[in-house]
């Protein structure tokens, strides 16, 4: 059996020696390359089947947090609970529960203001609240495009609509 460099039919390169060769060449300094004779091999020249970005949401909606036993010491309580108010609703009350007691706190002492894990939190509420507000906004802008849509489309259903919402 052969070993080295030169194993097989082909020449291969060791990776002590890549330094001293050029890959875009079809001819090297101890060689030819493989791609000299079959240039589909060279992977510099083959086409791009992916686009160079792919940003895809996988499962919209789903959580992947996983409640058992190991986690939890009563999981098929927490999955109910999840069920019924999800992680971040109860996340949210919190929030504007601490943020009440943070604001009545600092009548009290006003230096609360400064401290960092306070701007921290109403960065934080900030942050979500004005993500809450860009979000009602889209379902809004989609209900607005629907509308119209069945306006155009079926102006019997589109009357039936709006008779509906109608105080």
């Not at 000299?36 to 996988?58: E, R, T, Y």
Request: hydrophobic share 35%.
């Amino acid at each position: 059996m052969k070993s080295g460099p030169e194993r097989g039919r082909f020449f291969v390169m060791p990776h002590s020696e890549k330094s001293r060769y050029d890959d875009r060449s079809s001819i090297c300094q101890k060689g030819f390359h493989m791609s000299a004779f079959f240039p589909w091999l060279d992977p510099n020249n083959w086409p791009s089947v992916a686009p160079s970005s792919l940003s895809q949401s996988i499962l919209p909606g789903w959580s992947f947090f996983t409640v058992n036993e190991g986690n939890s010491s009563a999981p098929d309580t927490e999955r109910r609970i999840v069920a019924q108010d999800s992680y971040g609703r109860q996340i949210g009350r919190l929030m504007d529960v601490v943020e009440i007691l943070v604001k009545e706190a600092e009548k009290g002492n006003p230096a609360l203001k400064d401290d960092t894990c306070v701007k921290a939190l109403d960065e934080l509420k900030i942050r979500i609240d004005d993500a809450k507000q860009a979000a009602q906004k889209a379902r809004q802008d989609r209900l607005i495009e629907d509308l119209l849509a069945l306006k155009d489309k079926d102006k019997e259903k589109f009357a039936a609509v709006m008779a509906a919402v109608k105080p």
